[in-house]
């Protein structure tokens, strides 16, 4: 019987002095586990504080220009004299996000169009003047370069599983305010909104304003999933509607332009149109889906490859097209000078044609 007493004596001993050790020097595994409110809303706020210390602020400077009051002659008499220096300057801000030790920064490119100087303003307040290696008109992205040490650069996330309802963060610097993270979920995905010629929206009700352009939407893991880069609004403010540029997109911009300094997109010399029942008729098109040819420029690829206008593209190499996005996106990916198969019908015939895409021309700069 003492025997036994002894044993449990030193056995509880022994137990009762791992249990403080432990409580000491690891209380967090006497922590009871579970799916408490802790939990749930401790990784969101870790996964936007990594994410945000990659994220910049970017103000750019456009020169001097004339003030409006003064380019009438007639304001002379409400203004006096125009001074010749008496010009003021032009600003803009917006966003950005570090993705490369390197310094590469991915941003939107009417945030930089046009800019004669660009400051770039870390989350530690760092200040450094960037360069733009290249711009993406086409997209709306652009790509500058800083030269900083120890650059927090944000992990690319995956834009092609994102799924409708998933958790979202959107990073960026609205109206000039400060670095600004508000949370969301994916509304929508392929959003087109003609805003750009090559678009495949992601769609988000996480807050975007002015400013946020060229700012980060990151996952719940805090990867980067999209370029903020538009709002629909009829105020000016936020309405719940934002869109941003996938990941997918931006990091094939971000290769070409750092490769190549632009990029470089498939071309085939055509005016696409949607199939609709007025087309159709005007053209006598009895095919039930694709895209209508209704111009083909003379001398161009499709010209060549015997693609005249009424004509519907039912698939260029692999890809089947039923709208227009889908041929401008399936046209950029061929390889320029690389020949390709194109299925037509024509009437009630089906054609495989082969064409051999250019390069597409860089879009002009707009008239303001």
Same mark, same amino acid.
Do not use: C
């Given at each position: 019987?003492?025997?036994?007493?002894?044993?449990?004596?030193?056995?509880?001993?022994?137990?009762?002095?791992?249990? @403080?050790?432990?409580?000491?020097?690891?209380?967090?595994?006497?922590?009871?586990?579970?799916?408490?409110?802790?939990?749930?809303?401790?990784?969101?706020?870790?996964?936007?504080?990594?994410?945000?210390?990659?994220?910049? %602020?970017?103000?750019?400077?456009?020169?001097?220009?004339? /003030?409006?009051?003064?380019?009438?002659?007639?304001?002379?008499?409400?203004?006096?004299?125009?001074?010749? &220096?008496?010009?003021?300057?032009?600003?803009?801000?917006?966003?950005?996000?570090?993705?490369?030790?390197?310094?590469? =920064?991915?941003?939107?490119?009417?945030?930089?169009?046009?800019?004669?100087?660009?400051?770039?303003?870390?989350?530690?307040?760092?200040?450094?003047?960037?360069?733009?290696?290249?711009? &993406?008109?086409?997209?709306?992205?652009?790509?500058?370069?800083?030269?900083? !040490?120890?650059?927090? #650069?944000?992990?690319?996330?995956?834009?092609?599983?994102?799924? #409708?309802?998933?958790?979202?963060?959107?990073?960026?610097?609205? @109206?000039?305010?400060?670095?600004?993270?508000?949370?969301?979920?994916?509304?929508?995905?392929?959003?087109?909104?003609?805003?750009?010629?090559?678009?495949?929206? =992601?769609?988000?009700?996480?807050?975007?304003?002015? +400013?946020?352009?060229?700012? *980060?939407?990151?996952?719940?893991?805090?990867?980067?999933?999209?370029?903020?880069?538009?709002?629909?609004?009829?105020?000016?403010?936020?309405? +719940?509607?934002?869109?941003?540029?996938?990941?997918?997109?931006?990091?094939?911009?971000?290769?070409?332009?750092?490769? !190549?300094?632009?990029?470089?997109?498939?071309?085939?010399?055509?005016?696409?149109?949607?199939? %609709?029942?007025? =087309? /159709?008729?005007?053209?006598?098109?009895?095919?039930?889906?694709?895209?209508?040819?209704?111009?083909?420029?003379?001398?161009?690829?499709?010209?060549?490859?015997?693609?005249?206008?009424?004509? #519907?593209?039912?698939?260029?190499? &692999?890809?089947?097209?039923?709208?227009? *996005?889908?041929?401008?996106?399936?046209?950029?990916?061929?390889?320029?000078?690389?020949?390709?198969?194109?299925?037509?019908?024509?009437?009630?015939?089906?054609?495989?044609?082969?064409?051999?895409?250019? #390069?597409?021309?860089?879009?002009?700069?707009?008239?303001?």
């Amino acid at each position: 019987m003492k025997r036994l007493w002894l044993l449990f004596s030193q056995t509880t001993t022994v137990v009762l002095a791992a249990y @403080f050790v432990v409580l000491t020097l690891k209380p967090a595994w006497l922590a009871p586990r579970g799916n408490g409110p802790v939990a749930l809303l401790q990784a969101p706020a870790t996964a936007a504080h990594a994410a945000a210390q990659s994220v910049v %602020s970017i103000n750019t400077s456009q020169g001097r220009r004339r /003030a409006p009051e003064l380019a009438a002659p007639w304001n002379r008499f409400f203004h006096g004299t125009p001074d010749p &220096d008496g010009e003021e300057p032009s600003s803009g801000i917006g966003s950005g996000v570090i993705v490369s030790n390197s310094g590469y =920064i991915l941003t939107n490119n009417h945030v930089v169009e046009g800019a004669e100087q660009i400051e770039v303003i870390l989350s530690d307040q760092r200040r450094a003047r960037a360069k733009i290696i290249g711009t &993406d008109p086409d997209s709306d992205l652009a790509v500058l370069k800083i030269t900083l !040490d120890k650059l927090p #650069v944000m992990v690319l996330g995956d834009s092609d599983k994102a799924q #409708v309802g998933d958790q979202v963060l959107a990073i960026g610097n609205p @109206f000039g305010v400060g670095q600004t993270v508000t949370s969301g979920i994916v509304s929508a995905l392929g959003r087109n909104q003609r805003i750009n010629t090559f678009e495949n929206f =992601i769609q988000t009700d996480a807050a975007i304003n002015p +400013g946020n352009s060229g700012g *980060a939407l990151v996952d719940s893991q805090g990867h980067l999933l999209g370029i903020n880069t538009a709002i629909y609004s009829r105020s000016g403010g936020n309405l +719940g509607i934002g869109f941003a540029i996938p990941i997918s997109t931006a990091k094939q911009v971000l290769e070409s332009i750092v490769r !190549d300094g632009q990029v470089t997109r498939g071309w085939i010399g055509v005016e696409p149109n949607d199939l %609709s029942p007025e =087309i /159709a008729e005007a053209f006598g098109i009895v095919a039930d889906h694709g895209v209508v040819i209704s111009g083909v420029m003379q001398g161009g690829p499709a010209a060549q490859a015997g693609i005249v206008p009424g004509d #519907v593209v039912l698939s260029i190499g &692999d890809t089947a097209v039923n709208d227009v *996005a889908h041929l401008l996106s399936a046209v950029a990916a061929l390889k320029p000078g690389t020949s390709a198969k194109v299925s037509v019908q024509r009437k009630k015939t089906v054609l495989q044609l082969t064409l051999t895409p250019g #390069v597409r021309p860089r879009p002009g700069k707009p008239s303001r």
